[in-house]
Each structure stands twice: as C-alpha cells, then as structure tokens.
T-cell receptor
Framework: DAKTTQPTSMDCAEGRAANLPCNHSTISGNEYVYWYRQIHSQGPQYIIH???NNETNEMASLIITEDRKSSTLILPHATLRDTAVYYCIGRNRDDKIIFGKGTRLHILP | NAGVTQTPKFQVLKTGQSMTLQCAQD?????MSWYRQDPGMGLRLIHY???????DQGEVPNGYNVSRSTTEDFPLRLLSAAPSQTSVYFC????????????????FGPGTRLTVL
C-alpha cells in the first residue's frame, strides 16, 4: 500500500501561502499522488494530483520531490474558506484507495 | 448530472436491525467505494468495486456486505447493526484503472449519518 504521513494540524495566516507536506516514501513508480480536502462534515473534494512533475491548477500547486518520496501542496493565498482537513493519498495497484487522518489546516484571520 | 447521490441522509437504527444504504452515480464510473468516518477521524475504506459484478474488501469490511449488479448502483448492507457502526458513511466513484484511464479523481456523495442505539 502507498502509505502516507502528514502532520496532524497546521496554522496559516490569511493571505499567506499554506504549505502542506506529505511523506509517501513507499509509493511505487507509477502511482499518482492525490490531494483531497474535506470542509466540515461534507464529502471530500478533489484538489490536484501528480506523478513526477510539479502541477498547478486553479486551486493549488503540487510540488513532488525528485525521488517521489514526499510532496507539498501549496495554497498560494489562503482564505478562511480553506480551513479544512487535507488528505494526501496514493492509488494502489489494486485500486484500494486508503485515506489517512490528514492535516487539519486552520486559517487564522 | 446529479453526480453521486446517497440515501437516506440520516438514519437511526436499533441494535440488531438491518438496513441498506443506497449509493448511485450517473457518470458511468466503473469504480465505486464506501468509506466510514468516525468523529475526529479520517475516512476508512469499507468495500470497493472496480466494475459491475466485482467487489473487494477494504480496511474495515466486517459487519458490511456489498453487491454491484449495475454500474450505477453500489448499495451497502448492514445485516445486524451494532453501536460500533454509528458513523458517517460516504460513497465515492471514479473511472477505473481497468478502463485504461490512469487519471481518476474520486467524486464523493454528501454522506449518510447513521446512529445505532
């Protein structure tokens, strides 16, 4: 399984960039890294995914280290609405998609 | 598209009762899955399916049954509810690796909040 490790919680000031790290040292070469977030008690929402190269979309940027053992999700200008639990996950060969406990991100006004 | 729909939104059961949580998607996704989320915890995978007629166990399958007779529907059955099954249940769907689509984000339903007394 592509197990991931994330900090339990993080704080970020509103308007600053939020950088959320994830360790996925057991990920295999062809497995993508996905990021989701869960706001309050809603269903998780997809943010971004990547394999080797850095990725950017309208929500966030994803920086993956060259050895693929870790990645960082960047929210460039955090707002209060970005307060959520952020999950970093890998998709295994057998399609078993395992979520960890995620990082609880607090955006401070 | 309605996306992923789940019914009911809320349910209260007594210990020993049975019920089925419904999940449906209209995106022609091959992959569907069920997760449970306990207070303050992350999501734990219960069962998943990579296509009609194919199901497999996740992290916490005990006490739950699933079947996948159609692409659209993936019901989750509790045969004899226990208080330990009090949780929020999320259904999700995506394209499947078997379909040759390597990029596949999961779409989640709004959840079913189940209380077992």
């Amino acid at each position: 399984d592509a197990k991931t490790t994330q900090p339990t919680s993080m704080d970020c000031a509103e308007g600053r960039a939020a950088n959320l790290p994830c360790n996925h040292s057991t990920i295999s070469g062809n497995e993508y890294v996905y990021w989701y977030r869960q706001i309050h008690s809603q269903g998780p929402q997809y943010i971004i995914h990547g394999l080797k190269n850095n990725e950017t979309n309208e929500m966030a940027s994803l920086i993956i280290t060259e050895d693929r053992k870790s990645s960082t999700l960047i929210l460039p200008h955090a707002t209060l609405r970005d307060t959520a639990v952020y999950y970093c996950i890998g998709r295994n060969r057998d399609d078993k998609i395992i979520f960890g406990k995620g990082t609880r991100l607090h955006i401070l006004p | 598209n309605a996306g992923v729909t789940q019914t009911p939104k809320f349910q209260v059961l007594k210990t020993g009762q049975s019920m089925t949580l419904q999940c449906a998607q209209d995106m022609n996704h091959e992959y569907m899955s069920w997760y449970r989320q306990d207070p303050g915890m992350g999501l734990r995978l219960i069962h998943y399916s990579v296509g009609a007629g194919i199901t497999d166990q996740g992290e916490v399958p005990n006490g739950y049954n699933v079947s996948r007779s159609t692409t659209e529907d993936f019901p989750l059955r509790l045969l004899s509810a226990a208080p330990s099954q009090t949780s929020v249940y999320f259904c999700a769907s995506s394209y499947s690796r078997l379909a040759g689509t390597p990029i596949n984000e999961q779409f989640f339903g709004p959840g079913t909040r189940l209380t077992v007394l």
